[in-house]
């Protein structure tokens, strides 16, 4: 069964519905491809998915080990190649919340981030740049 059903709009613009919750996002070509940069690109969900997945891996551990970790963000910053048009690098930077972690949390923590699904999928040659502030 599918996951995803996608349809594209015209103009450089997609839709893609996640079926089993109804939730849809809406992409669009970057302004400096062609687009009107009005909504995510695709290398862009790319890069959110990233650091999505990074944090629920590393909410999963938190959970099981009893580590607070509500509130932690991410800067997410993508880098792209001209030639052949592609995502280089990802390069995100974790805020922790104030929290008195110790030297094996914050490497399980770690750990648990660039180990995720979506960061071992990614292709080798896109590098991932990651950085922990506590």
């Not at 594209?8 to 849809?24: C, D, F, I």
């Not at 400096?32 to 890069?47: M, T, W, Y």
Request: proline share 4%; aromatic share 4%; glycine share 6%.
């Amino acid at each position: 069964m599918a996951t995803i059903q996608s349809k594209y709009l015209g103009e450089l613009r997609t839709t893609a519905q996640h079926l089993a919750s109804g939730n849809n996002v809406i992409t669009d070509a970057p302004l400096d491809n062609n687009g009107r940069g009005e909504a995510f690109s695709p290398s862009d969900l790319v890069c959110a998915a990233l650091g999505s997945c990074m944090m629920t891996i590393m909410g999963i551990v938190a959970s099981r080990n009893n580590i607070a970790i509500e509130g932690m963000e991410i800067e997410t910053t993508k880098i792209m190649a001209a030639e052949p048009r592609r995502i280089a690098e990802v390069v995100l930077t974790f805020k922790m919340p104030a929290n008195d972690y110790t030297a094996k949390e914050k490497a399980m923590l770690e750990n648990a981030a660039r180990t995720c699904p979506v960061a071992l999928s990614l292709h080798p040659e896109i590098k991932q740049t990651v950085s922990f502030i506590y």
